[in-house]
């Protein structure tokens, strides 16, 4: 690599000029600026001491020597204590076909003895279906997934299915009052659509129901609301499922089923995966038994009225409650008691949670009390922490049935894909199969890349149209220019796509390109180190403008010299290659034609 010579040969010159010894790390290169002529910078401050010499004479005497002792180095500059380097042409063309013959570029792979990563994501709900906010985690869960994975982590992905609670049993206790034996099949809907319907219709009944205790009783709402009978009798059937009802039981998991072949489409459409999948209906008694037993060991204590909670007072934090008054347990008991069959079934060295920033507070405290009861991962826990999306019309409400369903949101963007492919002729000339497949992989593709190319930590408003856009920053631009190329390659199939150093020579915007290709690696490790995928996104993007740049100004398959049209082949190969790679990390699609 071009960038690690160079360090080499720095720290050289720093030992033969001053008699100092550096390290690589005190070594600074940056990419330069696009309005000084060079290709990487070198800070020369941290050298001063050894110089014992101003910045400016300290950089052109350490640009003097890397110009008579390293091959590579052409030409440099000094703009005061910044020494500008022009690397050789020739060190580019053998630095691409380096990335040439490494097919997996920037990828690592894990082997048996790499730290083992677990990533928990989705995490919904049995009682409605997944909608954008469930999108947005998915996407983010799965390209956290494929980046750590590449930066060379042994990875499982998992899910927690919040499958029980009151809000599993107002749909329950709806679909009973209300449903008629209403069933998937009779209705013709997708199972979490239908028991979606039926939380719905719970909330609407118990608002009314309010409404007329309110006007009956005069009372004001809250009063109104402890009394309700439709409240009661979903307290009530929560209080039977606890205790193993049959009956509520057996209606508990045939709604159930129907949700969950709901979900297994909505994720196959999506393209993302479980390697495990956990349900707090069998983690919520392991986390009572561990919460039972730090209270014997004295980590928490039982008021008054027999809950149970943990002083957190010491840790600057509040009291928190793990065990209702009534014995049922709460989110937090159910996360400790996932922790634990998780920890029972791999040997997790890091736990990655994506959850969106409301439960900021709550990973804190998980922390901690894994902590105490021993996990040793728990101190270290990553609560992968995502804002909220919101459409341009604003917030969403699932009680309320104005939530942005994630399967008619992925039909529309396919749908919308389809007629903007059509209106601009890219579909002309393939199979009704094909096109279909090219409008799902492009409307898709489009709705990950808005979502993923924001940066994770910022609240985010997606809107459709602007996403399935064929210029600027979105993913359509970017599986255009992918397809493109393609094209380029497929008609040049009869050309070697090989390197001829010995008659070749090559400008600015390709050494500028296969420096792009070469950043790949540190981008990847950098999404890894900072979990943050939109580093990815938004890298490809640039290469791809970097790439039509380089299109735009010079021809390809109408290049009059052999030598040089096989390296401009190849340099496009390569960039299909990293965006390929790249779009792969984020679990986007490329498509060969468009």
Known sequence: MIEEKLVKSIVEAIQALYGATVGPAQVQLQKTKKEFEGHLTLVVFPFLRASRKGPEQTAQEIGEYLAAHEPMVQAFNVIKGFLNITIAASAWVELLGTIDSDAKYGLQTPT???????????????????????????????????IMEANGNRVVKTNIVNDRGIHICKSMLAWQKYGEGETPETSGKKGDHLIGDYYVAFDKHYKAEVAEIMKREGCTKEEAEAKSPLMAEAREMLVKWEAGDTAVRGLWQMMNEWVYAGFDETYKMMGV??????????????????????????????????????????????????????????????????AKLRFQDYPINKMIYVVGNEQNYHFQVLSILLDKLGFDWGKDLVHFSYGMVELPEGKM???????VDADDLMAEMIATARDTSKELGK????????????????????????????????????????????????????????????????KAADAQLTIDNAQLTINEKEMALIQKLAEFPAVVKEAGVSYTPSVIANYVYDLVKEFNQFYHDYSILREENEAVKRFRLVLSANVAKIIRLGMGLLGIEVPDRM
Do not use: C
Request: glycine share 10%.
């Open 273 to 338: 995966d479980f390697d495990k999948i956990y349900y707090e209906s069998q983690t919520y008694l392991e986390g009572k038994e561990k919460v039972m037993e730090g209270l014997e060991k004295g980590f928490f204590f039982r008021k008054e009225d027999g809950s149970v909670w943990a002083d957190l007072t010491g840790e600057g934090l509040d009291h928190k409650l793990l065990l209702r008054s009534d014995g049922t347990s709460v989110y937090m008991t159910q996360d400790i008691g996932t």
């Open 112 to 146: 048996d003895e790499s730290p083992l990563v677990m990533i928990e994501y989705s995490s919904p709900n049995t009682n409605k279906p997944l909608h954008l906010g469930h999108v947005r985690n998915n996407l983010l869960g799965y390209a956290l997934a494929n």
């Open 427 to 490: 579909l002309d000339g393939l199979t009704a199969e094909k096109a279909e497949d090219i409008a799902r992989i492009v409307g898709l593709g489009a709705l990950k890349y808005f979502i993923l190319k924001v940066d994770a930590r910022k609240n985010m408003t997606f809107n459709p149209k602007e996403s399935i856009d064929f210029n600027g920053n979105t993913g359509p631009f970017i599986q255009y220019t992918y397809a493109r190329i393609q094209s380029i390659l497929r």
């Open 397 to 403: 409400k699932s009680r309320e049935g104005t939530v």
